[in-house]
């Protein structure tokens, strides 16, 4: 490691755990960060850890235009806390109506980083996206051309396809047959939650790579349903079995360079996520690199974690190293049950405080971020 280390013993050989961890400022290669109240309560927590952040367009409107994009990264500058030098990478939300001439210029001029492909009605704001992938051929040929990265959302969204499938059946219907057709576009398969999706970004070119979140190695799909329905464990794609999930902790830990941090942090006020259809998506940006050193440290290899977050994703995209550092003591903290933030959420005569349930609430967590450093 080139910036970091286990200070002191590294924990090798035996010897005993490191009571701090310093890191190359890591990357967030996928989070959402909305816009209005939520864009204020919510880019803090991303700025105090990642340098730079993906980031979502599925806004609402979404995000189809550089215009849009440049005046979206505005809103998100004038939000940050006074001081931060964190920058937001913008993404281009695809539809069956893009104009590859827009999304290169977007690229050309540094607006737009990557274009994001969402399968129509496959998440949150997702009813403007792409039904069919032939509509988007001239799109994906100038991607390929220019070497702009596709970002996809990797789940079918036919209702005959068990929901917990839908990643498979995606690869196979979809994905596979579209690396095929592009082999020299660079693809990221984002969260992905499925040992076929560990063996197939493994099996394929480099061209392909695959971001991992902090839920997905730490729960399996028994979490939403424990002692009841609990919806602040429901995101999509949905978490899946225990050996999923063993197999994401793996492929994570593992070393290999085609698979990166993304936290998918996905905030929505709690009126939201408790309601008759709640939204899908988890707030772990307060705790995700604690999330991610607990995970690490579990699996034996806390030393590997500074590649998989501050080194694959950039050499992927081909961006710079980034050159500060962060540390993490280890110091027990406690994850609040609820957050809450200035301003309102829910429909207008329904207006209530805004709250935010952080991943983790409750739990312990045995990493804390310096934020005196």
Same mark, same amino acid.
């Given at each position: 490691?080139?910036?970091?280390?286990?200070?002191?013993?590294?924990?090798?050989? =035996?010897?005993?755990?490191?009571?701090?961890?310093?890191?190359? &400022?890591?990357?967030? #290669? %996928?989070? %959402?960060?909305?816009? =209005?109240?939520?864009?204020?309560?919510?880019?803090?927590?991303?700025?105090?850890?990642?340098? +730079?952040?993906?980031?979502?367009?599925?806004?609402?409107?979404? /995000?189809?235009?550089?215009?849009?994009?440049?005046?979206? &990264?505005?809103?998100?500058? @004038?939000?940050?806390?006074?001081?931060?030098?964190?920058? $937001?990478?913008?993404?281009?939300y695809?539809?069956?109506?893009?104009?590859?001439?827009?999304?290169?210029?977007?690229?050309?001029?540094?607006?737009?980083?990557?274009?994001?492909?969402?399968?129509? %009605? *496959?998440?949150?704001?997702?009813? @403007?996206?792409?039904s069919?992938?032939?509509?988007?051929? *001239?799109?994906?040929?100038?991607?390929?051309? /220019?070497?702009?990265?596709?970002?996809?959302?990797?789940?079918?969204?036919d209702p005959?396809?068990?929901?917990?499938? &839908?990643?498979?059946?995606?690869?196979?219907?979809?994905?596979?047959?579209?690396?095929?057709? !592009?082999? *020299?576009l660079?693809?990221?398969?984002e969260?992905?939650?499925?040992?076929?999706?560990?063996?197939?970004?493994?099996?394929?070119?480099?061209?392909?790579?695959?971001?991992?979140?902090?839920?997905?190695?730490?729960?399996?799909?028994?979490a939403?349903?424990?002692?009841?329905? +609990?919806?602040?464990?429901?995101?999509?794609?949905?978490?899946? &079995?225990?050996?999923?999930?063993?197999?994401? +902790?793996?492929? *994570?830990?593992?070393?290999?360079?085609? !698979?990166?941090?993304?936290?998918?942090?996905?905030?929505?006020?709690?009126?939201?996520?408790?309601?008759?259809?709640?939204?899908a998506?988890?707030?772990?940006? $307060?705790?995700? /690199?604690?999330?991610?050193?607990?995970?690490?440290?579990?699996e034996?290899?806390?030393?590997?974690?500074?590649? !998989?977050?501050?080194?694959?994703?950039?050499? !992927?995209?081909?961006?710079?190293?980034?050159?500060?550092? /962060?540390?993490?003591?280890?110091?027990?903290?406690?994850?609040?049950?609820?957050?809450?933030?200035e301003?309102?959420?829910?429909?207008?005569?329904?207006?209530?405080?805004?709250?935010?349930?952080?991943? %983790? @609430?409750?739990?312990?967590?045995? #990493?804390?971020?310096?934020?005196?450093?």
């Amino acid at each position: 490691m080139s910036s970091a280390g286990l200070i002191p013993g590294e924990g090798r050989d =035996g010897g005993a755990p490191p009571a701090r961890l310093r890191l190359r &400022r890591p990357d967030d #290669w %996928h989070v %959402h960060l909305r816009e =209005g109240a939520l864009l204020q309560a919510v880019v803090g927590a991303t700025a105090r850890v990642f340098a +730079r952040a993906i980031v979502m367009p599925n806004l609402s409107p979404p /995000i189809t235009t550089v215009a849009a994009a440049a005046a979206y &990264r505005e809103q998100i500058l @004038a939000a940050l806390p006074r001081g931060s030098g964190f920058k $937001p990478l913008m993404t281009a939300y695809l539809t069956e109506a893009s104009d590859p001439d827009e999304l290169a210029r977007g690229f050309s001029e540094g607006v737009f980083t990557a274009c994001k492909l969402y399968p129509a %009605h *496959a998440t949150t704001n997702s009813a @403007a996206g792409v039904s069919d992938l032939a509509q988007i051929t *001239a799109v994906l040929e100038r991607l390929e051309a /220019i070497g702009m990265p596709l970002l996809i959302h990797g789940e079918v969204t036919d209702p005959e396809v068990d929901i917990f499938d &839908r990643e498979l059946v995606f690869i196979e219907r979809h994905l596979e047959p579209l690396l095929g057709r !592009f082999p *020299a576009l660079k693809v990221v398969l984002e969260h992905i939650t499925t040992t076929e999706a560990v063996d197939f970004v493994v099996g394929a070119g480099p061209q392909l790579a695959a971001t991992i979140t902090p839920h997905h190695l730490q729960i399996n799909r028994n979490a939403m349903f424990h002692r009841g329905l +609990r919806p602040d464990f429901y995101c999509l794609p949905v978490a899946k &079995r225990e050996l999923h999930r063993l197999a994401l +902790r793996q492929a *994570a830990t593992s070393g290999n360079p085609k !698979f990166f941090l993304g936290t998918d942090s996905a905030p929505h006020p709690r009126g939201a996520k408790e309601s008759a259809c709640g939204c899908a998506g988890i707030y772990n940006a $307060p705790v995700a /690199i604690e999330s991610y050193a607990q995970v690490f440290e579990q699996e034996g290899v806390l030393g590997r974690l500074e590649a !998989f977050a501050s080194e694959f994703g950039p050499r !992927f995209y081909g961006l710079p190293l980034n050159e500060g550092t /962060i540390e993490l003591q280890r110091n027990a903290q406690v994850v609040p049950m609820l957050l809450e933030f200035e301003g309102e959420s829910g429909s207008p005569g329904q207006r209530e405080p805004l709250a935010l349930v952080p991943f %983790h @609430a409750g739990d312990t967590l045995p #990493w804390k971020l310096n934020t005196n450093k």
